[in-house]
């Protein structure tokens, strides 16, 4: 998988594509509950959608650092999200700003006067797996990527959480799904590709009460694809929830875009 991507910061485009959650600096971490060896997967999945968190917005900041073997890279960037609608990054001082919403990927470089704009089609290809907008917003929220009732699964135990595995294999990729055991939430999610070497890896930890919301309090992410590995670790900070917000969003005239072939994948 090659990615023409030499001007616009990587740590960028890979959150846009795998992952965002949340922290805040009023919170509780919450403990892991205790293990019901006779639970059933279908139980499992239940509780786990029960547990799907319920808001209209979402504001505020985190803290991005990349590595890649190569280079390593930090930044803060400020977040906003509509549920359903509209996720928005921008660095400091708008330098590099992205918008994704159902219908649109589209993201602006000021360093480099270039722009993307295009639809989920590309980030699929990235990814190695078919997303659409509800996949990337239940990353970013801690759901599981897949549609959990459209399979089943066998249950297991791997130390302190649930995991799901697929009774029937997948024909394009493998998924894993842990599943921790007091609120139900996504523990850590894995796609992979084993022919074509690509494996996606989503962590998060620390689970956290903030007023009536439970959110990670930490996300590691890793994407292996053939012998290259990048490495996202993310911390959120000062999140507020259903606030009115904007999106502001005008891609600068004069700006060249990013042209992307299939080759370029």
């Known amino acids: 998988m090659k990615i023409n991507f030499q001007s616009f910061p990587r740590y960028i485009a890979l959150v846009i594509m795998l992952v965002l959650t ?5 919170k509780k971490v919450v403990a892991n509950g205790t293990i019901d060896e006779g639970i059933t997967a279908k139980a499992i999945i239940r509780k786990h959608y029960e547990s799907a968190l319920d808001f209209k917005t979402l504001s505020g900041k985190m803290r991005i650092d990349y590595a890649d073997g190569e280079d390593s890279q930090g930044v803060a960037v400020t977040l906003r999200m509509e549920k359903d609608k509209a996720i928005w990054i921008s660095a400091p001082f708008g330098v590099v700003k992205a918008l994704i919403t159902p219908g649109r990927v589209t993201f602006y470089n000021k360093l480099q006067n270039e722009y993307f704009d295009g639809d989920f089609s590309y980030l699929s290809k990235f990814v190695g797996v078919e997303l659409n907008f509800e996949q990337v917003q239940n990353l970013l929220l801690g759901q599981a990527l897949l549609n959990l009732k459209d399979a089943k ?33 996504i523990a850590s999610q894995q796609v992979s590709q084993p022919v074509k070497k690509r494996l996606l890896q989503i962590n998060y930890t620390d689970y956290q009460q903030i007023n009536k919301w439970l959110l990670p309090q930490k996300i ?12 996202i670790d993310i911390e959120y900070r000062n999140i507020e929830f259903d606030r009115p917000l904007n999106f502001p969003y005008d891609i600068p005239s004069g700006f060249d875009e990013i042209k992307l072939k299939d080759d370029t994948l």
């Not at 066998?154 to 595995?165: A, E, P, R, S, W």
């Not at 590691?220 to 490495?231: E, L």
Request: one cysteine or more; hydrophobic letters at 40%; a positive charge.
């Open 22 to 26: 949340f922290s805040c600096k009023s």
């Open 153 to 185: 699964y066998d249950v297991g135990v791997v130390g302190t959480n649930y995991q799901l595995k697929p009774k029937k294999a997948l024909e394009l990729f493998k998924v894993l799904f842990q599943v921790e055991p007091k609120n139900f939430r």
């Open 220 to 231: 590691a992410v890793a994407a292996i694809d053939k012998d290259k590995r990048s490495t």
